[in-house]
């Protein structure tokens, strides 16, 4: 089976989740693919949820492993579960979250290319009631890979750097591939590249996604595969007010490693904002207009 349906570890990062966990977990046990592990990785909750993923355990022949953390952040839990798992490739499941029956098998078709780090897929959203807010979110969020301009985005394979090097690359939305619950990684990319940057608050995601791609092709399906819950208080659904923070920091480590690959209006912007040169003439500049 190993070789043929290699492992997959569900990752679930929880934290006082016992609302919806169990319609998370039930998603993951319900997977037609044959060979899983569920590892969840728990921010010291102080309610049910690990009581209601230990119920869990008779419920399913799928391994479910509990680990307790320590509470460091939202990249922290995320990075701690990855470290957890055994699999070959990771699939998270946020505890908000769910995944269609069908979800890991049909993203891992498009890893028996060796040369495959990240598939993503679309994903559609669960809300208790379609407010004005969420509304407007759907209509901006909801088909993030339209955003892509100089190639169409369509089932299959693409080279990383394509991804990189698009003109729409620094423009809104910045995660033009998605949340984690519809992403699937080989976890080799966390050997290559890293984890997660614990630092980040907002954008952890979406760098992490962009940090791959000079290394490996992403493979995309053209297909909702994953349910992203949504509420009016959620941290995404205002996202364009919380990215305010980390822009810079992701703008600095974009000049820093992915400069080369970028298109050049993206480059001529980021050296703009960092290299010396260019600041000078761009202070030079603003002087001239000023006077």
């Keep these: 089976m190993s070789n043929k349906y ?26 037609d ?20 993923v230990k119920s869990y355990e008779e419920k399913t022949n799928i391994p479910i492993h509990i680990y307790r953390h320590q509470p460091k952040g939202i990249g922290a839990n995320w990075n701690h579960a990855v470290r957890q798992s055994n699999g070959e490739f990771i ?8 995944l269609n029956p069908q979800c890991i098998s049909k993203m891992m078709t498009l890893m028996n290319n060796p040369k495959v780090g990240l598939v993503y897929c679309k994903r559609d959203f669960i809300y208790k009631e379609l407010t004005p807010k969420l509304e407007d979110f759907i209509s901006y969020y909801g088909e993030l890979h339209q955003y892509w301009e100089d190639f169409k985005v ?26 984690p619950t519809n992403v699937l990684l080989r976890t080799s990319c966390f050997e290559r590249v890293g984890y997660f940057d614990e630092v980040l608050q907002q954008v952890l995601d979406s760098d992490y996604w962009y940090r791959v791609m000079p290394y490996y092709h992403i493979g995309f399906v053209n297909e909702s595969l994953a349910h992203f819950r949504l509420h009016d208080q959620q941290a995404s659904s205002v996202n364009k007010q919380r990215e305010i ?14 400069l080369r690959y970028l298109h050049p209006k993206n480059k001529l912007k980021l050296l703009k904002l960092y290299h010396p040169f260019f600041k000078f003439l761009v202070k030079i500049k ?3 207009y000023a006077k």
Excluded at 33 to 52: G, H, Q
Excluded at 159 to 165: A, E, H, V
């Design 6 to 31: 290699p492992l997959v570890s569900i990752c679930i990062p929880t934290y006082n989740g016992e609302a919806y966990i169990e319609e998370a977990l039930t998603s993951a046990i319900e997977q």
């Design 33 to 52: 693919y044959p060979n899983l592990e569920i590892i969840v990785s728990d921010d010291d909750s102080k309610d049910n949820t690990v009581a209601i």
């Design 91 to 98: 699939k998270f499941l946020f505890q908000d979250d769910a």
């Design 154 to 179: 369509t089932q299959g394979v693409l080279d990383g750097k394509q991804y990189l090097k698009d003109r729409q690359f620094l423009n809104s939305p910045k995660n033009k591939i998605g949340e």
């Design 245 to 258: 923070p980390d822009k810079d920091l992701v703008y600095r480590r974009y000049y820093k490693h992915l």
């Design 286 to 288: 603003r002087g001239f």
